[in-house]
């Protein structure tokens, strides 16, 4: 069993103060959802989370089992067992999807022997053609077949946790279904937790979260189970927004924010 542990986490970019006091602790095999209006800071968690640069991280902590996060430059952190889905996959010309994850067997002493056909196999089980796997990386492909060709890569590193940063932008339903199915089963498999965000319920239709938080303004002000999605659904971000202004301090629990 492993811990994710965000606490107490503010963090500046360009200058201005993105994340105001984040607090969550996802454990292996629960599925976390955040869900937030645009420019919430969801990006920017999961980004200070992985570790891209030009973040400023001005308190808090983010630890995996006990260790600083942190203090370790990104690919560190992914061997250590975090990995990020992003929002808007990057293109890497000339890096073939076999190039990159033998890079990442052998970074991680795995053996890389069966890696060609463990490859076509998860291409197969989430509809992703095998005759695209030879492209460079994400490079001319649409929109849904870059989340199909980053869930292959997350089903084969078998990370502790999974970041997703809006699996659901730019993919069709049929691909959505197909790669949130896979994150899903990796959950029950090989016990993955993972951290979804999203702005829309749909994603979670299909992937059944244990808990959902909702992050307005850098900060999460409600936090609860599934039924917190259908709340939202029906009412609306604004409903989480009124009564929080910007310097007030965070609501955490979904009771006191319908107290009246
Ligand atoms: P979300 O993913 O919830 O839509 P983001 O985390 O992408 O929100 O952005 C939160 C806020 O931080 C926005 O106001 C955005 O403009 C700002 N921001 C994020 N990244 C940068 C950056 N690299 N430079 C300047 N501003 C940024
Ligand atoms: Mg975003």
């Known amino acids: ?95 073939s999807l076999v190039d990159m994850l033998t890079e990442a067997f052998g970074a991680r002493g795995r053996d890389t022997e069966g890696l060609p056909a463990a490859i076509d196999a998860e291409a197969e089980r989430i509809h992703f053609p095998t005759a695209l796997l030879d492209r460079s990386l994400n ?45 899903e089963d990796a959950t029950n498999d090989t016990d993955m937790g993972v951290l979804a965000i999203t702005h829309y319920n749909r994603l979670l239709a299909e992937l059944h979260p244990d808990f959902v938080h909702i992050l307005v303004k850098g900060r999460i002000v409600a936090s609860g189970g599934p039924e917190l999605a259908d709340q939202l659904e029906r009412d609306g971000y604004e409903a989480f927004t009124d009564g929080a202004p910007d310097d007030a301090p965070a609501t955490s629990s979904y009771d006191d924010l319908f107290a009246v």
Not at 12 to 20: D, E, R, T
Not at 36 to 44: D, F, L, M, V
Not at 152 to 181: H, N
Request: proline share 4%; charged share 20%; glycine share 12%.
């Open 1 to 95: 069993m492993s811990t994710l542990e965000i606490k107490g986490l503010v963090t500046s970019v360009a200058g201005k103060q993105i994340l105001n006091g984040i607090d969550l602790v996802v454990h292996s095999g629960e599925v976390h959802a955040v869900m937030g209006p645009n420019g919430a800071g969801k990006s920017t968690l999961s980004a200070v989370v992985m570790g891209k640069p030009g973040y400023v991280v001005t308190a808090g902590e983010v630890l995996l089992d006990g260790v600083d996060l942190l203090a370790l430059p990104a690919w560190q952190r992914a061997q250590a067992g975090i990995h990020l889905v992003m929002q808007y996959p990057s293109e890497v010309p000339g890096v």
């Open 139 to 183: 490079v001319d492909l649409s929109g849904g077949e870059k989340k199909r060709n980053e869930t292959v890569q997350l089903a084969l590193l078998e990370p502790k946790f999974a970041i997703l940063d809006e699996l659901d932008s730019g993919l069709d339903i049929d691909a959505l279904r197909d790669c949130a199915r896979r994150v």
